[in-house]
């Protein structure tokens, strides 16, 4: 049993994470900025942290994860705007990983997106781009730390059912994935130690999840 601590923790990603978690016996923080969404996660097993990440330190954000095995970073601004794109996607999950080292974490999990890198290739004059600025910044600070990091790129996210099979590759031949697998491959990462300085990028597919990452590795 670890404990996990989740950001962005009421997002649909983080539920079915935090789901599967507690279901295997993983003690969970979940941590989200709205005191109504408490219930939702305590519902699921975990324990709320109602905290915004945008405004805390990395010396506070410390004090949250200490004591913990993980942390999953599946929180994100929504495309709010180009300021809080950069407050939330780039700022805080740079403090995060800070945080996260200060607080002898060790582990940690980033859920970005598919093609998410310096060369990204999307234009200015494009609504995405300040996110994946924000990400290309967020990831390279991760690869560049001292954590024992894993980055997980999905396709575009679907609220359908997960299929529980994905296929791991640059260029899948399916252009999403459902979030509840999303979440499935979250947790199958966080408990193998083989995916860690790995960067995994993966859509649906027709290969069991843990299965599909085994042979990515």
Do not use: C
């Not at 408490?38 to 097993?45: N, R, T, W």
């Not at 859920?111 to 781009?129: I, M």
């Not at 859509?203 to 599909?212: L, Q």
């Amino acid at each position: 049993m670890s404990r996990v601590a989740i950001i962005g923790g009421h997002g649909k990603v983080a539920l079915h994470l935090t789901k599967i978690l507690t279901s295997q016996g993983h003690q969970v923080s979940s941590i989200f900025r709205n005191q109504d969404h408490a219930s939702d996660v305590e519902q699921l097993g975990a324990t709320a942290v109602v905290a915004d990440v945008s405004e805390l330190s990395v010396a506070q954000m410390a004090d949250v994860f200490r004591g913990h095995d993980a942390v999953v970073w599946s929180a994100g601004a929504g495309g709010s705007s180009p300021e809080a794109t950069y407050a939330v996607d780039r700022d805080a999950a740079i403090r995060s990983m800070d945080a996260a080292q200060e607080a002898s974490v060790g582990r940690y999990v980033m859920v970005s997106y598919l093609g998410a890198s310096k060369d990204h290739g999307v234009p200015e004059d494009n609504g995405f781009f300040h996110y994946a600025e924000a990400k290309a910044a967020a990831d390279e600070h991760l690869r560049n730390s001292e954590l024992a990091w894993t980055i997980l790129g999905p396709g575009a996210l679907t609220t359908d059912p997960g299929t529980g099979k994905i296929e791991v590759s640059d260029k899948p031949q399916q252009d999403s994935v459902a979030r509840e697998d999303v979440a499935h491959v979250a947790a199958v990462v966080l408990g193998n130690l083989g995916t860690v300085d790995k960067t995994i990028q993966f859509n649906s597919g027709e290969t069991p999840i843990a299965e599909a990452i085994e042979a990515a590795l």
